[in-house]
């Protein structure tokens, strides 16, 4: 996965999945250290900050530097409450969790004891 930087009126490209996207342009990369927030799509989430995905493992391999040590970006999981997994998700050593999650009736600061 690679950030860039996006303008108004930015060229998108559709990618395999069917979805704009900027056009790739690694002079204009962008970290993800040094990003300051991360909207991240997922499939179902739990209350401890926990996330599915899509199984590729984009996110988390992005973002592999926040496991151990809370750092910048944060990272905002999108979802709906019905994608929230009853009795909890187990993690795998690779994932890393999300700081909030925001659904269309709540914006909530997920544990940070993780």
């Not at 790739?24 to 989430?45: E, N, Q, T, W, Y």
């Not at 926990?50 to 910048?72: E, L, Q, T, V, W």
């Not at 997994?85 to 999650?101: E, K, Q, Y």
């Amino acid at each position: 996965m690679v950030f860039v930087r996006v303008w108004p009126g930015s060229r998108l490209v559709y990618n395999r999945w069917g979805i704009p996207e900027p056009k790739p342009a690694f002079k204009h990369s962008i970290s993800p250290r040094r990003l300051d927030l991360v909207l991240m799509p997922l499939v179902g989430f739990d209350e401890a900050g926990h996330r599915i995905g899509m199984g590729k493992g984009f996110y988390d391999r992005s973002f592999a530097f926040r496991r151990n040590k809370r750092h910048r970006p944060a990272l905002v999981g999108l979802a709906h409450e019905c994608q929230q997994v009853a009795g909890g998700i187990t993690p795998s050593v690779w994932d890393v969790s999300l700081d909030a999650l925001a659904t269309p009736r709540r914006f909530q600061a997920l544990d940070s004891r993780r």
